[in-house]
């Protein structure tokens, strides 16, 4: 007997980031005893691709804009979390009438949403089994920024995550079950309010063998690190000014400006951090079609994360393709690496310069380190394997 799902989430099909690349892979890797349905939201100023999902059925509602600064401030002096009262205001009314029209036409068994935002739109669906994988804690999320800012963002920060915790506090009640990507993560949840929690971590679309190893051979003479994900994405934007401003003058010094290239991999306008001091060595790609080829030119994947919470796809991405990684504790989080740990771990800019020297010092330790991730992150993370823990969920119903 087949489960009718619902899932609703932002758009599960191209341009993928950390969200909806999940959702997509989740769905794309269920089996014959799920009948998805999805029901998407999107912005206007969104360029959408194509989504080959094989699906039951598809709807997408549309919202004008994305939320503003001054309607961040509204919400945060109503006491309200900011961007689940900015859907709730866009999208709540037109989303409640769709999704009781599906769940009555194609006989929904279970809703499945994904993130933390658009569940605040659902509280008045009931009667039928409701399952939520928020991905990131927001309220973590917002407390590990305020970690890592000064004064003003700092008060902001801390203001925003309260605001979060007790939205959490009340969504995650009217749901039956909570999918979170990591402990953390859960821990946090847990400290908030007592229900069904699971750990289902990130996927990754595993490859049959080592790309970085069957590619060890390199045509380029230079030093190429780099970095990838949503730069407009705040922890991913603080990352890449932290390699740009910190890290790669350092890096530039000691192996000489025309031996060494950083990749700047994704979309995002970066202003003027790419300026007259680093353009010949800092190369910003934006967003690429073929990302593995892009990630493949790369010696070592530098991660240098201070602020986040969730499961980082972009180290499994890397990872996947057997490239070591250098990156801060924050980068690894719910991740099993598979391998020393030390040598990929850094958490300031001395053991940065350090860790990253070694590893180019070490050609043969660099590939011992590249065979052992790869055979541990395709062992673990399959979106084969993460489906069929969702699809165990599904049948406890």
Not at 41 to 63: A, F, H, M, P
Not at 285 to 312: C, H, N, Q, R, T
């Amino acid at each position: 007997m087949k489960n009718n799902v619902l899932y609703i989430s932002h758009y599960p099909g191209e341009p993928f980031d950390g969200g909806n690349i999940h959702v997509y892979n989740v769905i794309k890797n269920l089996d014959n005893t799920i009948s998805p349905n999805v029901l998407y939201y999107y912005y206007n100023d969104e360029k959408l691709g194509d989504t080959d999902l094989i699906l039951n059925n598809i709807k997408g509602i549309s919202i004008k804009e994305k939320i503003n600064n001054l309607s961040r401030l509204k919400y945060i002096l109503l006491g309200k979390a900011p961007g689940p009262m900015y859907l709730e205001e866009k999208l709540k009314k037109k989303l409640v009438v769709d999704v009781k029209k599906i769940i009555v036409k194609y006989d929904i068994d279970i809703l499945h949403v994904w993130g933390p935002n658009i569940a605040g739109c659902l509280e008045e669906i009931n009667d039928i089994k409701k399952i939520i994988t928020p991905c990131d804690s927001f309220s973590l999320l917002h407390r590990s920024y305020a970690k890592n800012s000064k004064f003003l963002k700092k008060i902001y920060h801390k203001l925003v995550s309260k605001l979060y915790k007790n939205y959490e506090k009340k969504i995650y009640n009217n749901f039956d079950e909570v999918v979170f990507l990591t402990s953390r993560d859960m821990t946090n949840a847990k400290c908030i309010v007592d229900r069904k929690y699971y750990v289902i971590p990130n996927g990754i679309n595993t490859k049959q063998e080592n790309m970085y190893l069957k590619n060890k051979e390199k045509t380029s003479d230079k030093i190429i690190l780099g970095f990838h994900g949503n730069l407009e994405y705040s922890p991913n934007f603080d990352a890449v000014k932290y390699l740009v401003n910190i890290l790669g003058p350092k890096l530039s010094e000691i192996y000489g400006r025309e031996k060494i290239e950083i990749h700047l991999i994704g979309k995002g306008n970066l202003g003027d951090l790419i300026n007259e001091k680093n353009f010949d060595y800092v190369k910003n790609f934006g967003y690429v079609e073929d990302l593995e080829k892009a990630l493949l030119k790369l010696d070592i994947y530098i991660s240098p994360l201070f602020s986040g919470a969730g499961m980082k796809n972009k180290i499994l991405e890397a990872f996947s393709l057997g490239i070591p990684i250098v990156g801060t504790s924050e980068s690894f989080v719910g991740i099993n690496v598979g391998c020393d740990f030390d040598y990929l771990l850094a958490n300031n800019e001395e053991v940065f310069i350090e860790k990253i020297f070694q590893l180019l010092k070490n050609k043969e330790k660099r590939f011992e380190i590249s065979d052992k991730v790869y055979k541990s992150i395709t062992k673990e993370y399959s979106w084969k394997n993460i489906s069929k823990k969702y699809l165990e969920l599904y049948g406890e119903n």
